[in-house]
T-cell receptor
Framework: KNEVEQSPQNLTAQEGEFITINCSYS?????LHWLQQHPGGGIVSLFMLSSGKKKHGRLIATINIQEKHSSLHITASHPRDSAVYIC?????????FGAGTRLTVKP | DVKVTQSSRYLVKRTGEKVFLECVQD?????MFWYRQDPGLGLRLIYFSYDVKMKEKGDIPEGYSVSREKKERFSLILESASTNQTSMYLC?????????????FGPGTRLTVL
């Protein structure tokens, strides 16, 4: 079993829909990252959080340390949000990555 | 803006060849990382470096070596390329002190070994 599990693996949505991507992990962590990878490979760091909630534009990330779970929400989704979203957790200077969620937003 | 560049976007090599992948960052970051990304497996750390001439093995260092002679440059070396090293290779960098800091990624190099 992977230490970092993401769901769903693939997600297709219509433009404007509210989207949620989930990340569950089985190890103790000091921080969690959400990354966005565009077609072509470029990766951008969206959030780093260790508790609570962070918001950046239409993106919201939450984390529940007790439940070992984080969610990434996208409000009013747009086709340009189409990408792979990757959850990564840090445990004792060791970073573990989820397999990613491929999001496709259709116009 | 932080910029992390990689020497090639696409590379095709033959089995047994020695392959160099170069990564350069312009933000004076101390930490630099090499990952490979494979479908269903996500990103896996090959090596990282926290200072010039310093290196640490990641999860999958076998078949790879690295070189960090200058702060801005981190090279990944495949001593004798094999077909199972066909993958997307991603370089990243971050400020020193804690690995938790935001990592900035390069565009990736898609390597095919024939």
């Amino acid at each position: 079993k992977n230490e970092v599990e993401q769901s769903p693996q693939n997600l297709t949505a219509q433009e404007g829909e509210f989207i949620t991507i989930n990340c569950s992990y089985s190890v103790g962590i000091s921080a969690l990252h959400w990354l966005q990878q565009h077609p072509g490979g470029g990766i951008v760091s969206l959030f780093m959080l260790s508790s609570g909630k962070k918001k950046h534009g239409r993106l919201i990330a939450t984390i529940n340390i007790q439940e070992k779970h984080s969610s990434l929400h996208i409000t009013a989704s747009h086709p340009r949000d189409s990408a792979v979203y990757i959850c990564a957790v840090l445990n004792n200077n060791d970073m573990r990555f989820g397999a990613g969620t491929r999001l496709t937003v259709k116009p | 803006d932080v910029k992390v560049t990689q020497s090639s976007r696409y590379l095709v090599k033959r089995t047994g060849e020695k392959v160099f992948l170069e990564c350069v960052q312009d933000m004076d970051h101390e930490n630099m990382f090499w990952y490979r990304q494979d479908p269903g497996l996500g990103l896996r750390l090959i090596y990282f470096s926290y200072d010039v001439k310093m290196k640490e093995k990641g999860d999958i260092p076998e078949g790879y070596s690295v070189s960090r002679e200058k702060k801005e440059r981190f090279s990944l070396i495949l001593e004798s390329a094999s077909t199972n090293q066909t993958s997307m290779y991603l370089c990243a960098s971050s400020f020193a002190g804690v690995i938790t800091d935001t990592q900035y990624f390069g565009p990736g190099t898609r390597l095919t070994v024939l």
